[in-house]
């Protein structure tokens, strides 16, 4: 079986059942892969040294190795804070008015993928695949093709894929593309992404597109591009459902609710989650209905991310006044209506969160899958399961078509989703139910990347 190299921006070790790994998906997803296939995880330390050495820290756990090298500050700043998110995050979450388009930026994106090709080619062998994750790394395959590397390579993208049009804004986009086009497989999380991207192609690059085959042909190469939607680990997470953390979890937050119906949202702090919609919803339905702040609960936990960027300095500004507003508003003496929370929980208790709430609200604004929808859904008791609202803009939606489907930018569509979720009798919540669990626990991580890994041998 060939070795598995995986690259990605974060390398994070599975430190067992349990632990508060809350890496999220793409950790134990490729914790899960690697463990299976053996071979290398390669990606930052995290880490910054004054000046760049490209040397090595290697480590071996759970059979398999990872490999990191540290950055400089101006690499950290130019390609992690500058073009990976002020101005590809924006740009591919449709938020065109908060990407900006910097030359250091672009030029550090290059430098850092040029070292990550440099420090990674000593470490692949020939029967290799390499398996390169997100958007970080769109060009890394380019670079290592121009060391001579021969090996199949294959791309994840994890977040969206934007509109032609959209993405036409970005200063030098069909090199970008053009770069991409080096990976044997490109993977993207929906249909939707897949047929931006194909659009792209064939619209500004004029590359030769199969829809039905799925590849994109340009000079002399063939990539194949196509959806693969990632998924959580179902049978690890309902074991960790099993523990006494989550039990207490879920009995604390139904105890605190007071016989109140707990609505749970869980989203790092960023702009494409729709946060600040969702209290525009909220607002509604509390100025509609009587007596809500007896009757409903909603907790928001977002711990907070990409700390030195301004534009999600600005969404934590926005929240915390509009959350301080809204409950200054609504509250009684005794009851508060928003609990907002900014840090992260150990993945049972999550678990136990979830399974107190009888409303899972996910609304992103835009989201390449959005595994909260799916966590929400596994967590909930067969007997009695709560409601999910999904957006429709999230790639999750494509899946879980039996969720109530929203648009999160219509505040009186989700407000009237909150009333229906509030009020749907147990019969129709466990059908919904069902039928979501099934692709939950059908289409999960360990399959997506036996999946992708399979199209990656060729
Ligand atoms: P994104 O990758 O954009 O953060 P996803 O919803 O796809 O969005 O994945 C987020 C992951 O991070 C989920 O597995 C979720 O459980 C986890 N997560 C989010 N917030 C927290 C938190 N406060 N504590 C622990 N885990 C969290
Ligand atoms: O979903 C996209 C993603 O970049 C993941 O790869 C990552 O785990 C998550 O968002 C958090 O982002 P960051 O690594 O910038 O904190």
């Known amino acids: 079986m060939s070795r598995l190299i995986v690259v990605s921006n974060r390398v994070s070790v599975d430190k067992g059942r349990g632990a508060a790994g809350a890496q999220g998906g793409l950790a134990v997803a490729m914790n899960g892969a690697l463990r299976q296939h053996g071979g290398i995880w390669f990606g930052w330390s995290g880490e910054e040294v004054e000046h760049f050495t490209g040397q090595l820290t290697m480590a ?10 540290d950055l ?79 090996n199949r390579i294959g791309l994840f993208l994890h977040i969206p894929w934007p509109p032609t049009r959209l993405l036409v804004s970005l200063p030098f986009h069909e090199r970008l593309v053009k770069a991409m086009l080096h990976y044997d497989v490109i993977g993207f999380q929906s249909f939707e992404w897949l047929e931006s991207f194909l659009h792209y192609c064939r619209k500004e690059l004029n590359a030769g597109v199969d829809e039905q085959k799925g590849t994109v042909e340009l000079g002399g190469r063939t990539v194949v591009a196509r959806a693969f939607p990632i998924g959580i680990d179902h049978k690890e997470f309902m074991a960790l459902g099993e523990t006494e953390v989550a039990r207490r979890a879920q009995v604390r937050l139904v105890g605190s609710a007071r016989s109140r119906t707990v609505v749970i949202g869980v989203d790092r702090l960023d702009y494409s989650k729709g946060l600040p919609e969702r209290i525009d919803a909220m607002e509604r339905l509390f100025a509609t209905k009587d007596d809500m702040v007896n009757r409903l609960l909603y907790i928001q936990i977002a711990p907070p991310s990409r700390e030195d960027v301004r534009s999600y300095q600005e969404i934590r500004a926005t929240l915390e006044q509009k959350t301080g507003q809204f409950n200054g508003a609504h509250s009684d003496v005794d009851l508060v209506p928003i609990r907002y929370v900014n840090r992260g929980f150990g993945r049972a208790e999550l678990f136990g969160f979830y399974r107190a709430a009888k409303i899972g609200l996910v609304t992103p604004i835009r989201d390449g899958m959005n595994l909260v929808a799916k966590e929400y859904v596994a967590a909930q008791d067969p007997e009695d399961p709560g409601v999910l609202i999904l957006s429709r803009f999230a790639g999750a939606a494509e899946q879980l078509t039996d969720a109530v489907l929203v648009n999160p930018l219509n505040h009186d569509e989700v407000t009237r989703a909150l009333w229906t979720a509030i009020h749907m009798p147990l019969e129709e919540r466990k059908a919904r139910w069902r039928a979501l669990n099934a692709v939950v626990r059908d289409r999960d991580v360990i399959s997506w990347a036996e999946d992708f890994i399979e199209a990656l041998k060729g």
């Open 72 to 150: 400089e500050p101006q690499d950290v700043e130019e390609y992690y804070n500058g073009y990976a998110n002020r101005t590809l995050w924006p740009l591919f979450h449709y938020r065109i008015d908060l990407a900006e388009y910097e030359n250091e930026f672009g030029m550090g994106y290059e430098r850092v993928n040029e070292r990550f090709a440099n420090s990674l080619i000593p470490l692949v062998e020939p029967d290799d695949l390499v398996w390169v994750q997100d958007y970080h790394f769109l060009p890394l395959g380019e670079r290592l093709r121009a060391h001579g590397l021969k």
């Open 60 to 69: 071996r756990s759970n059979g398999f190795t990872t490999a990191t090298i």
